[in-house]
């Protein structure tokens, strides 16, 4: 919402990778930094054999360890086993994996097509998430593989609130409770 002023999380999107009872994870996916995947792939010491690839942006997923990368992909065998070691199976199709083997898939030219590469993660202790959306921090939104992967970084603001019918001008920073 336009009153969350915490440079981290102001109008920024964030694709919910798990949610329970313990707490929330995501990653901030329209927030990129000052690196492309070529720079990453040249610190980790792998060559980049995806074109495709190189120039693509890697996002500031959010302020915890924030030296630590995580690559939010599709699944290459959905309903299977994930291919990657440390992979998290996400609702919806998607993976969120942590070890270094999807990278190495990807130098090789090989690994899931569709990818979002970030430096660290956001998350919410028990219960902070669900206070934090009925003080009217969040608005939450149905993911749409489309605004994560294919829409102009610059764009997937205004595009997720288009999906609950609003365009940003159309909110107020102040919030309120009938």
């Not at 690839?53 to 360890?65: A, K, N, R, S």
Request: glycine share 10%.
């Amino acid at each position: 919402m336009p009153g969350l002023i915490d440079p981290a999380f102001s109008r920024s999107v964030i694709y919910m990778c798990e949610h329970s009872d313990r707490g929330a994870l995501g990653l901030i996916i329209n927030k990129p930094s000052d690196i492309n995947l070529k720079g990453l792939f040249e610190k980790v010491a792998l060559p980049l054999h995806r074109e495709d690839l190189i120039e693509t942006v890697v996002f500031q997923g959010g302020p915890v360890q924030t030296e630590r990368g995580f690559v939010l992909h599709e699944s290459l065998m959905p309903g299977a086993q994930p291919v990657y070691a440390s992979t998290m199976t996400i609702q919806g199709g998607l993976e969120m994996t942590t070890s270094k083997d999807v990278l190495e898939a990807l130098s090789t030219g090989a690994g899931p097509r569709k990818v979002l590469v970030s430096l660290g993660y956001s998350a919410w202790g028990e219960g902070q998430l669900e206070s934090e959306i009925s003080e009217n921090s969040w608005l939450t939104v149905a993911a749409d593989m489309a605004i994560i992967f294919d829409a102009p970084v610059a764009e997937r603001y205004d595009r997720a609130l288009l999906l609950l019918g609003f365009e940003s001008w159309m909110l107020s920073p102040d919030a309120g409770h009938a």
